[in-house]
Each structure stands twice: as structure tokens, then as C-alpha cells.
């Protein structure tokens, strides 16, 4: 018998809402509802953190294409951001 990949993508959690907290100079917390799977389980899930100064990463592939990778991790819902810089404008893709 053949296992045929999971052809199904999870569903975003929350509608896809990132939310943001501690917010500082150089930093801040990023937070989301974890998504769901037909076949891998929710603690499964892997996510990837991408940030851009331009509004360039609203899909996958462009966040793979044009925004910089933070922080890849399983069974998450949030993430402490550093390394920013002062007074710019960050886009966030989870």
C-alpha cells in the first residue's frame, strides 16, 4: 500500500489574526490561535515566523520570496521578536 501525502492545507486559527503585545523599541510578543490539521495533530503543526519593512509577504510564497525567515518552531502560538530596528514599520506572516 502507498501513504499519499497530506494534500490538505491546515486551517489558520483565529482567521489568520496576529496579535502583538510587549511592544518595544527593538522587540515586541507575536501572537496567534494555533491552526488545525485532517491529519497531523495540532502539537504537530510546525509554523514560520517571516517579517518584511514592505507590505510583500501577505502569502506563503511571497513571505518565502520577499520577507526575512525569524523563527521556525512546533506547537507554538507565540513568539518573542528581537533584533528590530527603532522607529520602522514591520509586516508580520506566521
Do not use: E, H
Amino acid at each position: 500500500s502507498v501513504t499519499m501525502p497530506d494534500q490538505t492545507n491546515p486551517t489558520v486559527g483565529g482567521g489568520g489574526t496576529l496579535s502583538t503585545s510587549s511592544v518595544g523599541s527593538t522587540s515586541l510578543t507575536l501572537s496567534w490561535t494555533k491552526a488545525t490539521d485532517n491529519l497531523t495533530a495540532q502539537a504537530s503543526l510546525q509554523y514560520k515566523i517571516y517579517y518584511s519593512t514592505a507590505n510583500n509577504i501577505s502569502t506563503y510564497a511571497n513571505a518565502q520570496s520577499n520577507g526575512t525567515l525569524f523563527q521556525s518552531a512546533t506547537d507554538i502560538n507565540s513568539s518573542n521578536v528581537t533584533g528590530l530596528t527603532d522607529s520602522t514599520t514591520y509586516y508580520f506572516n506566521v
